[in-house]
């Protein structure tokens, strides 16, 4: 025989202590179920979308390579009104997009074409590893060091001045000071 017993809540309505059972409003599912159906959602979709092949553009490609001119600016962004070399390097996009090659392809034939400079991120191969891994390592090396300094400044007592080390340390004196300063209520 299973004992059921009711408690008075908050306002006017009964709750069941047995199995969780409401009575005057329905049960709400756990969050915790809520947020793992909502990730899992939304990382299959961000997945599906990333399988599905986008068509590059001149202008999303325009935007990953500088400009070989000498201005050193993306390609879209070129400074110069009639830049011969912009006009030559998009007209070679529109013509890989043409034929039907993917961005990858079509910025391993512009850096095969103009050199691995035209890229505005270089590939984390190589010598150019060192660009992706450098400031992530200067930055924990700097860390380091401030925390090692920190460590020591407040490790180190503050020294006693001339003054304060000269001070005699006789019992007697010491008493002398004491009562001299409760007479003139400064202790």
Not at 79 to 100: L, N, S, V, Y
Not at 136 to 153: K, S
Request: charge should be positive.
């Amino acid at each position: 025989m299973t004992s059921k017993t009711t408690v008075r809540g908050p306002g006017s309505e009964f709750r069941s202590q047995n199995r969780g059972i409401t009575h005057g409003r329905p049960r709400t599912p756990d969050l915790g179920l809520r947020t793992i159906l909502l990730t899992v959602t939304l990382l299959a979709a961000s997945v599906a979308r990333a399988d599905t092949a986008r068509q590059p553009t001149v202008e999303s490609l325009g935007n990953q390579v500088q400009c070989v001119c000498g201005c050193v600016a993306p390609l879209n962004q070129c400074p110069h009104i009639d830049c011969a070399t912009r006009t030559e390097m998009q007209a070679f996009m529109k013509k890989e997009i043409a034929d039907g090659k993917n961005e990858t392809a079509i910025l391993q034939d512009l850096s095969l074409r103009y050199g691995v400079q035209v890229l505005a991120a270089p590939p984390a191969r190589g010598f150019n590893l060192a660009v992706w891994i450098l400031p992530g390592a200067g930055l924990l090396a700097g860390l380091g060091i401030v925390l090692v300094i920190v460590r020591r400044w407040r490790g180190k007592p503050a020294p006693l001045s001339p003054a304060a080390a000269s001070l005699p340390s006789d019992p007697k004196m010491l008493r002398a000071v004491e009562e001299e300063m409760k007479s003139t209520r400064l202790g």
